[in-house]
């Protein structure tokens, strides 16, 4: 499966979305033999859709349906092809199979933000100490010190697993 979108800003919070799915799979029926080796064809199929849409709406993409039925005659060899006590001894199995391709995109535009606004893993985090670093092979301490907010918590929140 093979999933493509590119997407094109128009306006303040306008995005074109185009959409390209495709789907290739084997298929025995279309096959030639070179030499003693078969060689299968494939079966593709392609849908392909082009969308406006306001930035964080979604769009739903359903489709690329396929329909498989098959049916199975199992049975006693010899005895299932007796012509009237046979079908005692054969059975028959239908199998069907369905499948469909279901996307669901939400394009969102993002917005540059302060340097300072955005929080690392790294902020507050303090060296170990010598002893700690030496024998219990910490890199840093086991808690943050000073002010971490984590949403409406303040305070020393949080701890690093070594």
Do not use: C, W
Not at 1 to 30: C, H, K, Y
Not at 46 to 61: D, F, H, Q, R, Y
Not at 72 to 95: A, C, E, H, T
Not at 133 to 142: D, H, I, K, P, S
């Amino acid at each position: 499966m093979t999933l493509n979108f590119t997407p094109v800003v128009l306006a303040e919070g306008r995005i074109l979305l185009r959409v390209a799915t495709e789907v290739t799979e084997v298929d025995p029926s279309q096959s030639i033999n070179y030499g003693n080796t078969p060689v299968y064809g494939f079966l593709t199929r392609k849908n392909e859709t082009t969308v406006e849409l306001p930035s964080g709406a979604s769009i739903a993409s359903a489709g690329l349906i396929q329909v498989r039925s098959k049916q199975v005659l199992n049975g006693l060899p010899g005895l299932m092809n007796l012509p009237v006590l046979g079908s005692i001894f054969r059975s028959r199995d239908y199998q069907r199979e369905e499948s469909e391709l279901m996307i669901i995109i939400t394009p969102v535009i993002a917005r540059p933000t302060m340097q300072g606004d955005i929080k690392k893993p790294t902020d507050h985090l303090v060296d170990a100490s010598d002893p700690q670093a030496l024998f219990l092979g910490r890199v840093n301490e086991t808690y943050a010190t000073g002010d971490t907010r984590i949403g409406q918590l303040r305070g020393r929140v949080g701890f690093i697993n070594d």
